[in-house]
């Protein structure tokens, strides 16, 4: 009952969203309230170990909090409400993408050779701009039937996943980079992240298959075709088309209400009868399967609201005088040590966000950076999101994981920084 209650708490966030956007007098914290009482109902019946980085997060922030106020700072209930309301009705949209995104599994013979693990980096990176870790679990199942997990695969499956979020609209990446940067233009930040993508996927290539991919001639491949790719492709081209349509509405909103009436209208057309019963039990089990995120978020804002409070009391206090390619290449750097200590990349962006934007720097860039913390930070960090997921339902190593990635992070690193600083200098003329 208390899961039923938590997850129905879940849809009223994302009703009282969509409401505000339709009739932008109904506050938002209505929708941001819903979001915390039922992380407060999962706290109720899920173990508490699970919302440590929570209660880190929290705590800080309370603390922070605590000390801007004691030092003049103003803070409101609301604010504190709505902090990344929008990316987490984002999340919960997205996340009815795969009662009909996710490819089914298929018997056979795996696809073999340079043809299937090209068809393998591809597919899994661009379903998972859509359906997130729902494509890893389905990938990651079938090598795991055919002991099949190992260096080759699961280093694929992780890079190529996460090379997703230098671009997708659709991944918790660019929610938290156009949150943390806001008014940064949506169509721009992709076609950077792009650029760094189609780097991300050479490199991928490269290091797993060599310059004419000989290390690959036997790579045990996963089948994937065309039609999977229909529904992702037409939800993103759905997006841009009304992003250039309906340009006041924000970009979150935008993806959050197109993926929900996307999925039901699928269902309808395919599903029939059968289309409101999945709706519905995709809708009553959100929360204990949005757990992580919701707490993570949630938390993220309190240390938010409590950076924010504090500085706005401290001045003209900053890390650096200006923010160039440069600033952002140190910056992603360091995002991905701490990342390699096992925090999450929200933290590092929660973090940097309110530092720099003070310095009026291209929003454009910002995002670009963020998406590049999230990404590299996700592949580095050994108890991320990816690498939990793969050592809980299959048992890959964590620390062996983390180890297979050190090149690409690296290298991926030095790439992003060329980048950055090229924007820069490009934006600067």
């Known amino acids: 009952m208390l899961q039923i209650s938590a997850s129905v708490l879940l849809a ?20 941001g309230l819903c979001g915390w009482l039922s992380l407060m109902l999962l706290f109720s019946f899920t173990p508490w170990r699970n919302f440590i980085q929570f209660f880190l997060l929290a705590g800080l922030g309370i603390v922070l909090l605590v000390w801007g106020l004691s030092r003049g700072g103003t803070v409101s ?5 709505v902090q990344n309301n929008s990316l ?21 013979e795996l696809p073999r050779g340079r043809m299937g693990f090209l068809k393998t980096l591809l597919g899994i990176h661009i379903l998972g701009a859509v359906i997130n870790l729902s494509i890893l679990v389905l990938v990651a199942g079938r090598y795991h ?13 992780g890079q190529a996943f996460s090379a997703a ?12 980079a156009l949150t943390y940067a806001p008014g940064a233009q ?4 992709i076609a950077y992240g792009l650029i760094l993508t189609v780097l991300s996927l050479a490199l991928i290539t490269v290091l797993a ?39 006041k509405i924000s970009v979150l909103a935008l993806v959050s209400t197109s993926s929900i009436g996307l999925v039901f209208l699928v269902l309808l057309l395919t599903a029939k009868q059968a289309a409101w019963p999945r709706f519905k039990q995709h809708l009553l089990e959100a929360a204990p399967r949005m757990g992580r995120e919701l707490a993570l978020f949630l938390g993220a804002g309190v240390l938010t609201l409590g ?4 500085l706005g009391t401290v001045g003209e206090f900053q890390i650096f005088k200006q923010f160039t390619g440069i600033e952002a290449s140190i910056l992603l750097g360091g995002a991905i040590l701490v990342s390699m200590l096992g925090i999450h990349p929200i933290i590092s962006i929660a973090v940097v966000g309110p530092l720099i934007l003070p310095l009026q720097p291209n929003l454009e860039l910002l995002a670009t950076l963020f998406l590049s913390m999230w990404s590299l930070g996700v592949v580095a960090n050994p108890i991320s999101g990816t690498n939990v997921m793969l050592h809980g339902q299959f048992g890959v190593s964590g620390r062996d994981a983390f180890r297979w990635n050190l090149n690409y992070v690296f290298l991926m690193w030095l790439l992003s920084s060329l980048v950055l600083v090229l924007l820069s200098t490009s934006w600067a003329k």
Do not use: C
């Open 12 to 31: 009223f966030m994302a009703i009282f969203n969509f409401l505000h956007i339709a009739e932008p007098s109904l506050p938002t914290w209505l929708s």
């Open 77 to 81: 209930l609301p604010n504190l409400l």
């Open 88 to 108: 987490l009705v984002m999340l919960y949209s997205v996340s009815f993408l795969r009662l009909v995104a996710v490819p089914a599994a298929e018997a056979g």
């Open 145 to 157: 039937a055919l002991s099949l997990l190992r260096r080759a695969t699961v280093s694929l499956m």
């Open 165 to 176: 979020a230098f671009w997708s609209p659709f991944f918790a990446a660019m929610g938290v």
């Open 186 to 189: 949506l169509l721009t930040v």
């Open 209 to 247: 298959g060599g310059w004419r991919l000989q290390k690959v001639q036997d790579f045990p491949g996963y089948p994937m075709h065309l039609s999977s790719v229909v529904i992702p492709a037409t939800l993103a081209s759905l997006v841009i088309v009304l992003h250039l349509l309906l340009p």
């Open 307 to 310: 950076l924010q409070t504090l």
